[in-house]
């Protein structure tokens, strides 16, 4: 049971990482590679400011730093000409670097007691199973503003010139909007969100590592494709609670993959490998639906004939 409600509270906060990706990928219609980088640096800037005792603090400098990665990879897209997969290419490889000097050139960094879920735990007296239960409900209630917020957000002339530079930049261009700003601020919302889970997940765990970024772009795309298999592509609504609910579902898979034991004492190390086979597996569902549909009219046609 413990399991479930670390997966269920695991995927609230990676459910942030979801939406940033939903955002660049859905919305503006960009492959964004910094989600790499902006994860681990909203980490290590939550950790280093929480660290220094300002743990409620991390949490809007985290999302500065991703925004800021955002702007860069923006930059490099819109101003340079780069195409938008190498420019976050190399937003990701330089913020390497930069999350080791944040860290203080070491792999790691705790933040010791000023975790903002340890003290939170502080202001009740409870057991483990309870301390799960209370920090899924934060993440829970946390997550469910952002998720409100974001909605209302695309709802508003700056959010719709967004959406519509995803769909037809042309067409905004023409309307006299700046396409190159909507893009840019697209990108910093969306690596804000993605820094946002980062830090987090620091605040979760207890410390930030250098390589906690590793495969978080995978899981976001992961999150979304799920969320839209279940719940389907029907607007910007939809597509931002689903990619929180696609987050939760793939973390609840996992978990009763490696809670079952189904490889034996393998399933834990082959963990990348699962999550691999089920990005798979959802990423192949639109094209199963469409060959059924296919064989179905052909089956009609034959019948008909």
């Given at each position: 049971m413990q399991l479930y409600i670390t997966a269920l509270q695991e995927g609230f906060i990676y459910g942030?990482?979801?939406?940033?990706?939903?955002?660049?990928?859905?919305?503006?219609?960009i492959p964004d590679l910094t989600t790499e980088s902006s994860f681990g640096f909203g980490s290590a800037v939550a950790a280093v400011t929480a660290a220094a005792g300002h743990p409620l603090l991390s949490i809007p400098l985290a999302m500065i730093a991703g925004a800021a990665a955002g702007f860069v990879t923006g930059m490099l897209q819109t101003k340079l000409k780069v195409h938008p997969v190498l420019a976050g290419i190399i937003t990701m490889s330089g913020l390497y670097s930069v999350n080791l000097i944040v860290l203080g050139n070491t792999p790691n960094l705790s933040?010791?007691?000023e975790s903002l879920f340890k003290l939170l735990y502080g202001l009740f007296d409870l057991d483990p199973i309870g301390k799960k239960i209370v920090g899924t409900a934060a993440s829970a209630v946390f997550c469910i503003l952002i998720v409100l917020i974001a909605i209302w957000?695309?709802?508003t002339h700056i959010?719709?010139?967004?959406r519509a530079t995803g769909d037809n930049p042309d067409m905004v261009r023409a309307s006299s909007i700046n396409v190159d700003r909507t893009k840019i601020t697209g990108l910093c919302l969306s690596?804000?969100?993605v820094a946002l889970s980062g830090a987090l997940i620091a605040h979760y765990s207890g410390y930030s590592d250098i390589h906690s970024s590793n495969g978080t772009l995978v899981y976001g795309l992961a999150a979304v494709?799920?969320?839209?298999?279940?719940?389907g592509k029907r607007g910007v609504t939809i597509g931002l609670i689903s990619a929180v609910a696609g987050s939760i579902i793939y973390k609840l898979i996992v978990t009763f993959v490696v809670d079952m034991n189904l490889f034996g004492d393998y399933s834990a190390t082959l963990m990348k490998l699962m999550c691999a086979v089920i990005v798979a597996v959802t990423l192949s569902v639109p094209a199963v639906k469409s060959y059924i549909n296919r064989a179905k009219v052909k089956a009609e046609v034959k019948h008909n004939a």
């Open positions: 942030l990482l979801a939406l940033g990706i939903f955002i660049s990928l859905r919305l503006l219609n933040l010791g007691s957000f695309f709802k959010g719709m010139c967004i690596n804000a969100l494709i799920i969320g839209e298999a279940v719940f």
